[in-house]
Protein backbone atom coordinates (compact mmCIF):
# COMPACT_ATOMS: atom_id res chain seq x y z
CA UNK A 1 0.00 0.00 0.00
CA UNK A 2 1.26 3.31 -1.21
CA UNK A 3 2.65 5.96 1.67
CA UNK A 4 1.21 8.93 -0.34
CA UNK A 5 2.10 11.17 2.80
CA UNK A 6 5.11 13.31 3.15
CA UNK A 7 6.61 13.63 6.41
CA UNK A 8 10.49 14.83 7.14
CA UNK A 9 12.59 14.15 9.83
CA UNK A 10 15.32 16.63 11.23
CA UNK A 11 18.11 14.08 11.59
CA UNK A 12 20.25 16.03 14.70
CA UNK A 13 20.18 17.84 17.13
CA UNK A 14 22.29 20.83 18.81
CA UNK A 15 24.01 18.84 21.90
CA UNK A 16 24.90 15.91 19.93
CA UNK A 17 28.54 14.11 21.52
CA UNK A 18 31.51 14.76 18.95
CA UNK A 19 31.63 11.22 18.71
CA UNK A 20 28.20 10.57 17.56
CA UNK A 21 29.04 8.32 14.53
CA UNK A 22 25.65 9.88 12.60
CA UNK A 23 26.46 9.01 9.31
CA UNK A 24 26.82 5.32 10.42
CA UNK A 25 23.75 5.62 12.77
CA UNK A 26 21.80 6.71 9.45
CA UNK A 27 22.96 3.90 7.80
CA UNK A 28 21.94 1.76 9.91
CA UNK A 29 18.56 3.25 10.31
CA UNK A 30 17.21 3.47 6.71
CA UNK A 31 15.38 0.81 6.55
CA UNK A 32 13.39 2.08 9.89
CA UNK A 33 12.85 5.18 8.64
CA UNK A 34 11.24 3.97 5.12
CA UNK A 35 9.15 1.51 7.67
CA UNK A 36 7.81 4.51 9.55
CA UNK A 37 6.53 6.62 6.92
CA UNK A 38 9.44 8.91 6.96
CA UNK A 39 9.64 10.21 3.11
CA UNK A 40 12.95 12.80 3.34
CA UNK A 41 15.21 13.52 5.96
CA UNK A 42 17.27 16.47 6.57
CA UNK A 43 21.01 16.35 7.64
CA UNK A 44 23.03 18.20 9.68
CA UNK A 45 25.22 20.95 7.41
CA UNK A 46 28.89 18.02 6.68
CA UNK A 47 30.97 20.83 6.43
CA UNK A 48 34.47 21.87 8.40
CA UNK A 49 33.56 23.98 11.27
CA UNK A 50 35.66 26.94 12.69
CA UNK A 51 35.42 24.13 16.27
CA UNK A 52 36.15 20.94 14.57
CA UNK A 53 35.33 18.32 15.78
CA UNK A 54 33.02 19.84 18.10
CA UNK A 55 30.89 22.11 15.47
CA UNK A 56 27.64 21.64 14.73
CA UNK A 57 28.13 22.45 11.40
CA UNK A 58 26.85 26.11 11.39
CA UNK A 59 30.32 27.50 12.21
CA UNK A 60 31.22 26.90 8.26
CA UNK A 61 35.12 27.13 8.08
CA UNK A 62 35.50 25.13 4.65
CA UNK A 63 32.69 24.20 2.05
CA UNK A 64 35.18 22.04 0.35
CA UNK A 65 35.53 20.01 3.26
CA UNK A 66 32.95 17.06 4.14
CA UNK A 67 35.70 15.50 6.36
CA UNK A 68 38.05 14.80 3.94
CA UNK A 69 40.93 16.44 5.04
CA UNK A 70 43.35 17.44 8.29
CA UNK A 71 41.85 20.80 9.04
CA UNK A 72 41.00 22.43 12.48
CA UNK A 73 42.71 19.66 14.14
CA UNK A 74 40.31 17.06 12.80
CA UNK A 75 40.02 14.97 9.49
CA UNK A 76 36.21 13.89 10.43
CA UNK A 77 33.28 16.43 11.50
CA UNK A 78 31.39 16.05 14.45
CA UNK A 79 29.33 13.62 12.53
CA UNK A 80 32.31 11.46 10.40
CA UNK A 81 34.16 11.35 7.26
CA UNK A 82 33.51 12.33 4.15
CA UNK A 83 33.05 8.98 2.68
CA UNK A 84 30.27 8.26 5.37
CA UNK A 85 28.43 11.28 4.70
CA UNK A 86 28.31 10.07 1.40
CA UNK A 87 27.58 5.87 2.41
CA UNK A 88 24.40 7.58 4.41
CA UNK A 89 22.67 9.49 1.38
CA UNK A 90 23.13 6.26 -0.48
CA UNK A 91 21.50 4.75 2.35
CA UNK A 92 18.85 6.86 2.21
CA UNK A 93 18.14 6.96 -0.90
CA UNK A 94 18.14 3.67 -1.68
CA UNK A 95 14.82 3.31 1.00
CA UNK A 96 12.94 5.99 -1.54
CA UNK A 97 13.83 8.77 1.15
CA UNK A 98 14.91 12.03 -0.16
CA UNK A 99 18.19 13.37 1.14
CA UNK A 100 18.24 17.47 2.35
CA UNK A 101 21.57 19.09 2.83
CA UNK A 102 21.43 21.89 5.10
CA UNK A 103 23.44 24.49 3.51
CA UNK A 104 25.32 27.69 5.02
CA UNK A 105 26.13 30.02 2.69
CA UNK A 106 25.66 33.56 4.91
CA UNK A 107 28.91 33.66 7.13
CA UNK A 108 31.99 31.91 7.39
CA UNK A 109 34.22 31.28 11.17
CA UNK A 110 37.40 29.90 12.32
CA UNK A 111 39.52 32.04 9.59
CA UNK A 112 43.51 31.61 9.34
CA UNK A 113 45.16 34.99 9.66
CA UNK A 114 44.00 38.50 10.57
CA UNK A 115 43.94 41.67 8.33
CA UNK A 116 44.12 45.37 9.48
CA UNK A 117 40.69 47.14 7.91
CA UNK A 118 39.14 50.42 8.15
CA UNK A 119 35.40 50.08 9.39
CA UNK A 120 32.60 51.49 10.80
CA UNK A 121 30.98 50.51 14.15
CA UNK A 122 27.50 49.82 13.42
CA UNK A 123 24.66 49.95 16.13
CA UNK A 124 23.21 46.66 16.48
CA UNK A 125 19.68 47.40 16.95
CA UNK A 126 19.16 49.56 13.96
CA UNK A 127 22.00 48.26 11.13
CA UNK A 128 21.94 51.27 9.13
CA UNK A 129 23.10 53.63 11.35
CA UNK A 130 27.02 54.11 12.28
CA UNK A 131 28.68 54.38 15.46
CA UNK A 132 31.65 56.98 15.76
CA UNK A 133 34.45 57.48 13.07
CA UNK A 134 35.97 55.40 10.53
CA UNK A 135 39.10 53.65 12.24
CA UNK A 136 41.25 50.63 11.87
CA UNK A 137 40.29 47.33 13.17
CA UNK A 138 42.44 43.76 12.82
CA UNK A 139 40.10 41.47 12.33
CA UNK A 140 40.09 37.28 11.30
CA UNK A 141 39.56 37.52 7.32
CA UNK A 142 41.62 35.31 6.09
CA UNK A 143 41.10 31.72 4.85
CA UNK A 144 44.06 29.54 3.20
CA UNK A 145 42.23 26.44 3.87
CA UNK A 146 46.58 24.95 4.00
CA UNK A 147 44.64 21.33 4.95
CA UNK A 148 43.15 21.10 1.41
CA UNK A 149 46.30 22.12 -0.67
CA UNK A 150 43.91 23.67 -3.10
CA UNK A 151 41.99 20.37 -3.88
CA UNK A 152 38.27 20.75 -5.41
CA UNK A 153 39.02 24.70 -5.76
CA UNK A 154 41.79 27.25 -4.99
CA UNK A 155 39.77 30.24 -4.30
CA UNK A 156 41.23 31.82 -0.74
CA UNK A 157 38.89 34.25 1.23
CA UNK A 158 40.09 37.70 2.45
CA UNK A 159 38.39 40.34 3.76
CA UNK A 160 36.93 41.83 0.00
CA UNK A 161 35.27 38.79 0.29
CA UNK A 162 32.64 39.90 3.30
CA UNK A 163 30.97 43.07 4.54
CA UNK A 164 31.67 43.23 7.82
CA UNK A 165 32.62 41.12 10.87
CA UNK A 166 31.54 40.65 14.63
CA UNK A 167 35.24 41.25 16.29
CA UNK A 168 37.74 43.98 16.11
CA UNK A 169 41.45 42.03 17.76
CA UNK A 170 42.95 45.48 18.09
CA UNK A 171 40.23 46.60 20.57
CA UNK A 172 39.49 43.56 22.40
CA UNK A 173 35.98 44.68 21.36
CA UNK A 174 33.17 42.50 20.24
CA UNK A 175 30.64 44.64 17.96
CA UNK A 176 29.68 44.77 14.34
CA UNK A 177 31.82 46.30 12.33
CA UNK A 178 31.60 47.71 8.34
CA UNK A 179 33.84 46.87 5.89
CA UNK A 180 35.07 50.51 4.53
CA UNK A 181 33.91 50.82 1.25
CA UNK A 182 30.79 48.09 1.47
CA UNK A 183 27.38 47.84 2.01
CA UNK A 184 24.72 45.76 3.52
CA UNK A 185 22.01 44.45 0.59
CA UNK A 186 18.41 45.56 0.72
CA UNK A 187 17.35 42.02 -0.58
CA UNK A 188 16.99 41.37 2.95
CA UNK A 189 14.58 41.13 6.24
CA UNK A 190 14.36 44.33 8.06
CA UNK A 191 14.24 43.17 11.62
CA UNK A 192 16.96 46.06 13.04
CA UNK A 193 17.28 48.15 9.96
CA UNK A 194 18.75 45.69 8.00
CA UNK A 195 18.97 42.10 8.70
CA UNK A 196 21.76 40.89 6.86
CA UNK A 197 24.59 40.73 9.31
CA UNK A 198 24.38 37.37 11.37
CA UNK A 199 27.80 36.09 13.03
CA UNK A 200 30.83 35.74 11.64
CA UNK A 201 32.76 37.29 8.76
CA UNK A 202 29.36 38.17 6.71
CA UNK A 203 29.67 37.09 3.41
CA UNK A 204 29.56 39.75 0.49
CA UNK A 205 26.77 38.74 -2.18
CA UNK A 206 28.00 41.67 -4.20
CA UNK A 207 31.71 40.20 -4.69
CA UNK A 208 31.06 38.82 -7.99
CA UNK A 209 34.27 36.51 -7.12
CA UNK A 210 32.79 35.16 -4.19
CA UNK A 211 29.39 34.53 -5.64
CA UNK A 212 31.29 32.45 -8.83
CA UNK A 213 33.47 30.66 -5.95
CA UNK A 214 29.56 29.60 -4.76
CA UNK A 215 28.32 28.46 -7.65
CA UNK A 216 30.95 26.37 -8.60
CA UNK A 217 30.92 24.89 -4.92
CA UNK A 218 26.97 24.34 -5.84
CA UNK A 219 27.96 22.37 -8.48
CA UNK A 220 30.57 20.74 -7.22
CA UNK A 221 28.45 19.43 -3.89
CA UNK A 222 25.68 18.00 -5.62
CA UNK A 223 28.15 16.09 -7.94
CA UNK A 224 29.60 14.77 -5.01
CA UNK A 225 26.77 14.33 -3.42
CA UNK A 226 23.78 13.83 -5.47
CA UNK A 227 21.31 14.64 -2.94
CA UNK A 228 17.38 15.34 -3.55
CA UNK A 229 17.48 19.14 -2.39
CA UNK A 230 18.58 21.86 0.03
CA UNK A 231 17.58 23.26 3.62
CA UNK A 232 18.72 26.71 3.21
CA UNK A 233 20.14 28.31 6.11
CA UNK A 234 19.57 31.74 7.05
CA UNK A 235 18.03 32.69 4.31
CA UNK A 236 16.68 36.47 5.70
CA UNK A 237 20.26 37.26 6.06
CA UNK A 238 20.78 36.94 2.31
CA UNK A 239 19.80 38.96 -0.46
CA UNK A 240 17.09 37.15 -1.79
CA UNK A 241 17.74 37.34 -6.10
CA UNK A 242 21.17 35.05 -4.79
CA UNK A 243 19.14 31.60 -4.03
CA UNK A 244 16.80 32.80 -6.66
CA UNK A 245 19.21 32.55 -9.50
CA UNK A 246 21.52 29.31 -7.30
CA UNK A 247 18.97 27.63 -7.20
CA UNK A 248 17.30 27.88 -10.76
CA UNK A 249 21.09 27.47 -12.19
CA UNK A 250 21.61 24.18 -10.65
CA UNK A 251 18.38 22.97 -10.98
CA UNK A 252 18.82 23.14 -15.44
CA UNK A 253 22.41 22.33 -14.98
CA UNK A 254 21.43 18.88 -12.87
CA UNK A 255 18.17 18.22 -14.72
CA UNK A 256 16.67 17.85 -11.29
CA UNK A 257 13.50 19.29 -9.28
CA UNK A 258 16.10 20.00 -6.13
CA UNK A 259 13.36 20.31 -3.28
CA UNK A 260 14.24 23.13 -0.97
CA UNK A 261 12.74 24.60 2.68
CA UNK A 262 14.22 27.78 3.77
CA UNK A 263 14.92 28.90 7.08
CA UNK A 264 13.36 32.27 7.55
CA UNK A 265 12.84 32.81 10.92
CA UNK A 266 10.08 35.18 11.64
CA UNK A 267 6.77 35.46 13.01
CA UNK A 268 5.69 37.84 10.64
CA UNK A 269 3.55 36.01 8.06
CA UNK A 270 3.99 38.99 5.74
CA UNK A 271 7.41 38.29 5.62
CA UNK A 272 7.29 35.01 4.61
CA UNK A 273 4.52 35.03 2.20
CA UNK A 274 6.45 38.12 0.67
CA UNK A 275 9.94 36.27 0.06
CA UNK A 276 8.00 33.35 -1.24
CA UNK A 277 5.77 35.37 -3.52
CA UNK A 278 9.24 37.21 -5.06
CA UNK A 279 11.65 33.93 -4.91
CA UNK A 280 9.47 31.18 -6.58
CA UNK A 281 12.69 28.78 -6.67
CA UNK A 282 12.54 28.49 -2.97
CA UNK A 283 9.62 25.76 -2.55
CA UNK A 284 8.32 25.84 1.17
CA UNK A 285 9.66 27.61 4.17
CA UNK A 286 9.46 26.71 7.65
CA UNK A 287 6.30 27.76 9.61
CA UNK A 288 7.84 29.42 12.11
CA UNK A 289 4.43 31.54 13.17
CA UNK A 290 2.67 28.11 13.21
CA UNK A 291 5.89 27.38 16.06
CA UNK A 292 5.41 30.07 17.93
CA UNK A 293 1.75 29.89 18.32
CA UNK A 294 2.56 26.31 19.84
CA UNK A 295 4.54 28.09 22.34
CA UNK A 296 2.22 30.73 23.38
CA UNK A 297 -0.20 27.99 24.09
CA UNK A 298 1.84 25.78 25.64
CA UNK A 299 2.87 28.29 28.36
CA UNK A 300 -0.47 29.53 28.66
CA UNK A 301 -2.37 26.63 30.44
CA UNK A 302 -5.74 27.10 29.10
CA UNK A 303 -5.79 30.31 28.86
CA UNK A 304 -4.90 30.28 24.76
CA UNK A 305 -7.91 30.53 22.04
CA UNK A 306 -7.22 27.65 20.61
CA UNK A 307 -9.70 28.36 18.08
CA UNK A 308 -6.73 30.52 16.42
CA UNK A 309 -3.71 28.27 17.05
CA UNK A 310 -3.70 28.05 12.95
CA UNK A 311 -4.45 32.10 12.38
CA UNK A 312 -2.07 33.54 10.43
CA UNK A 313 0.21 30.81 10.13
CA UNK A 314 1.82 29.68 6.63
CA UNK A 315 -0.20 26.38 6.71
CA UNK A 316 -3.24 28.46 6.99
CA UNK A 317 -2.13 31.23 4.21
CA UNK A 318 -0.02 29.03 2.12
CA UNK A 319 -0.16 25.41 2.35
CA UNK A 320 1.28 23.94 -0.09
CA UNK A 321 4.37 26.07 0.77
CA UNK A 322 4.63 25.28 4.33
CA UNK A 323 6.79 22.93 6.40
CA UNK A 324 5.79 22.72 9.72
CA UNK A 325 7.42 21.68 13.12
CA UNK A 326 7.11 21.99 16.79
CA UNK A 327 10.89 22.31 17.77
CA UNK A 328 14.45 21.88 15.97
CA UNK A 329 18.24 22.57 17.13
CA UNK A 330 18.02 26.26 17.03
CA UNK A 331 14.95 26.57 19.30
CA UNK A 332 16.39 23.94 21.82
CA UNK A 333 17.14 25.58 25.23
CA UNK A 334 20.50 27.68 25.58
CA UNK A 335 20.30 28.55 21.87
CA UNK A 336 19.89 31.50 20.02
CA UNK A 337 16.54 31.00 19.09
CA UNK A 338 15.32 29.44 22.46
CA UNK A 339 11.84 28.94 22.05
CA UNK A 340 11.10 25.48 23.30
CA UNK A 341 7.48 23.88 23.59
CA UNK A 342 6.73 22.49 27.20
CA UNK A 343 6.60 18.76 27.09
CA UNK A 344 2.81 18.77 28.07
CA UNK A 345 1.62 20.46 24.71
CA UNK A 346 4.08 18.54 22.52
CA UNK A 347 1.77 15.57 22.23
CA UNK A 348 -0.78 17.72 21.13
CA UNK A 349 1.08 20.16 18.92
CA UNK A 350 2.48 17.37 17.17
CA UNK A 351 -1.10 15.71 16.66
CA UNK A 352 -1.93 18.84 14.75
CA UNK A 353 1.23 19.05 12.62
CA UNK A 354 1.02 14.95 11.83
CA UNK A 355 -2.75 14.18 10.96
CA UNK A 356 -4.11 17.43 9.40
CA UNK A 357 -4.16 17.77 5.58
CA UNK A 358 -2.15 20.59 4.59
CA UNK A 359 1.16 21.37 5.22
CA UNK A 360 4.91 19.39 5.76
CA UNK A 361 5.32 17.69 9.13
CA UNK A 362 9.13 17.46 10.03
CA UNK A 363 9.80 15.17 13.27
CA UNK A 364 12.84 16.41 14.79
CA UNK A 365 15.91 14.40 16.24
CA UNK A 366 15.53 15.93 20.01
CA UNK A 367 12.33 15.41 20.24
CA UNK A 368 12.57 11.46 19.06
CA UNK A 369 14.98 10.25 20.71
CA UNK A 370 15.44 12.70 23.54
CA UNK A 371 18.17 15.17 24.51
CA UNK A 372 20.27 13.46 27.07
CA UNK A 373 22.53 17.00 27.78
CA UNK A 374 19.29 18.52 28.86
CA UNK A 375 17.48 15.42 30.57
CA UNK A 376 14.91 15.60 28.02
CA UNK A 377 13.08 12.42 27.63
CA UNK A 378 12.27 10.74 24.04
CA UNK A 379 8.98 10.93 22.46
CA UNK A 380 9.18 8.21 20.08
CA UNK A 381 6.94 5.66 21.31
CA UNK A 382 4.02 8.38 20.96
CA UNK A 383 5.69 9.55 17.71
CA UNK A 384 5.67 5.95 16.13
CA UNK A 385 1.91 6.36 16.94
CA UNK A 386 1.46 9.04 14.79
CA UNK A 387 4.01 8.33 12.35
CA UNK A 388 2.15 5.16 11.78
CA UNK A 389 -1.44 6.60 11.42
CA UNK A 390 -0.71 9.75 9.35
CA UNK A 391 1.21 6.57 6.72
CA UNK A 392 -2.00 4.68 6.83
CA UNK A 393 -5.04 6.11 8.00
CA UNK A 394 -4.50 10.32 7.50
CA UNK A 395 -6.31 10.47 4.43
CA UNK A 396 -9.60 12.01 2.65
CA UNK A 397 -11.61 14.92 3.65
CA UNK A 398 -10.99 16.82 6.95
CA UNK A 399 -13.18 18.25 8.70
CA UNK A 400 -12.72 21.03 11.01
CA UNK A 401 -14.19 21.37 14.37
CA UNK A 402 -12.01 24.59 15.49
CA UNK A 403 -14.73 26.12 17.60
CA UNK A 404 -13.90 25.73 21.16
CA UNK A 405 -11.39 28.10 22.93
CA UNK A 406 -10.05 25.09 24.58
CA UNK A 407 -11.40 21.60 23.11
CA UNK A 408 -10.94 21.65 19.10
CA UNK A 409 -10.86 18.35 16.79
CA UNK A 410 -11.10 17.26 13.25
CA UNK A 411 -11.78 14.21 10.82
CA UNK A 412 -10.17 12.71 8.22
CA UNK A 413 -12.95 10.75 6.45
CA UNK A 414 -10.88 8.36 4.86
CA UNK A 415 -10.52 7.03 1.10
CA UNK A 416 -10.24 3.86 -1.10
CA UNK A 417 -7.11 3.03 -1.61
CA UNK A 418 -5.95 2.86 1.90
CA UNK A 419 -8.10 0.11 3.73
CA UNK A 420 -9.32 1.14 7.23
CA UNK A 421 -8.26 4.70 6.46
CA UNK A 422 -10.21 7.73 8.67
CA UNK A 423 -9.97 9.00 11.96
CA UNK A 424 -10.77 11.77 14.97
CA UNK A 425 -8.39 13.49 16.97
CA UNK A 426 -9.62 15.69 19.57
CA UNK A 427 -7.08 17.97 22.01
CA UNK A 428 -7.70 19.94 24.92
CA UNK A 429 -5.42 22.47 26.77
CA UNK A 430 -7.37 22.88 29.46
CA UNK A 431 -10.05 20.51 31.05
CA UNK A 432 -11.20 17.56 29.01
CA UNK A 433 -14.52 16.98 27.46
CA UNK A 434 -16.20 16.15 24.03
CA UNK A 435 -17.12 16.77 20.81
CA UNK A 436 -19.45 15.32 18.66
CA UNK A 437 -17.95 14.76 15.44
CA UNK A 438 -18.60 13.42 11.86
CA UNK A 439 -16.03 10.84 10.80
CA UNK A 440 -17.83 9.94 7.36
CA UNK A 441 -19.08 7.05 5.58
CA UNK A 442 -15.49 4.76 5.78
CA UNK A 443 -16.06 4.31 9.42
CA UNK A 444 -19.71 4.51 9.49
CA UNK A 445 -20.95 1.54 11.12
CA UNK A 446 -17.68 1.00 13.31
CA UNK A 447 -16.47 0.71 16.44
CA UNK A 448 -13.00 3.31 16.96
CA UNK A 449 -10.59 3.30 19.94
CA UNK A 450 -7.88 6.05 21.32
CA UNK A 451 -4.51 4.58 20.17
CA UNK A 452 -2.82 6.95 22.46
CA UNK A 453 -4.37 4.83 24.79
CA UNK A 454 -4.90 8.10 26.80
CA UNK A 455 -9.33 7.39 26.69
CA UNK A 456 -9.95 3.58 27.64
CA UNK A 457 -12.90 3.24 26.46
CA UNK A 458 -14.03 3.05 22.51
CA UNK A 459 -17.51 4.35 20.94
CA UNK A 460 -19.38 3.80 18.30
CA UNK A 461 -19.94 5.44 15.15
CA UNK A 462 -23.77 5.27 14.12
CA UNK A 463 -24.80 5.08 10.27
CA UNK A 464 -24.48 8.58 9.04
CA UNK A 465 -20.75 8.72 10.64
CA UNK A 466 -21.63 10.54 13.31
CA UNK A 467 -20.20 9.99 17.04
CA UNK A 468 -19.18 11.78 20.27
CA UNK A 469 -15.63 12.31 21.04
CA UNK A 470 -13.96 12.24 24.25
CA UNK A 471 -10.33 13.93 25.20
CA UNK A 472 -8.75 13.84 28.74
CA UNK A 473 -7.71 16.66 30.39
CA UNK A 474 -4.14 19.10 28.93
CA UNK A 475 -3.95 15.93 26.17
CA UNK A 476 -4.85 14.68 22.82
CA UNK A 477 -6.89 11.60 21.71
CA UNK A 478 -6.64 10.04 18.31
CA UNK A 479 -9.90 7.70 17.04
CA UNK A 480 -9.56 4.95 14.73
CA UNK A 481 -10.93 1.88 14.03
CA UNK A 482 -10.52 -1.06 16.16
CA UNK A 483 -8.74 -4.00 14.99
CA UNK A 484 -7.56 -2.58 11.99
CA UNK A 485 -5.28 -4.18 10.10
CA UNK A 486 -2.48 -2.02 11.29
CA UNK A 487 -2.59 -3.04 14.98
CA UNK A 488 -1.47 0.03 16.38
Known amino acids: MKNNNKTMMQYFEWYLPNNCNLWQKIINVAPYLKKMGITSVWLPPAFKGASGINDTGYGVYDLYDLGEFNQKGTIRTKYGTKDEYIAAIRALQLEDIQVLADIVLNHRMGADKKQNILAYKINPDNRNEIIGDLKEISAWTKYE ?64 DMVDDINFWGNWFLKQTNVDGFRLDAIKHIRSSFYKRWLSNLKSKFNKELFTVG ?10 INYLDYNDEVNSLFDVPL ?30 KSVTFVDNHDTEPGQSLESWIKDWFKPLAYSMIMLREKGIPCIFYGDYYGIPEKNFAPMKEFLDI ?23 GWTREGDYYHQDSGLAVILSDAEGGSKQMNVGKNLANTVL ?32 KKDNMYNL
Not at 263 to 272: T, V
Not at 308 to 314: A, S
Not at 451 to 474: H, L, Q, R, S
Open 145 to 208: FEGRNNKYSDFKLDWSHFTSIDYDDISKENGIFRFYGKQFSNEVDKERGNFDYLMGCDIDFNNL
Open 263 to 272: EYYSGNIDSL
Open 291 to 320: HLHFKEASESFGHYDMTKIFEDTLVDRRPS
Open 386 to 408: LLLVRKNLAYGKQNDYLDNSNII
Open 449 to 480: YDCTGNVKETIYVDNDGNAIFYVNGGSVSIWI
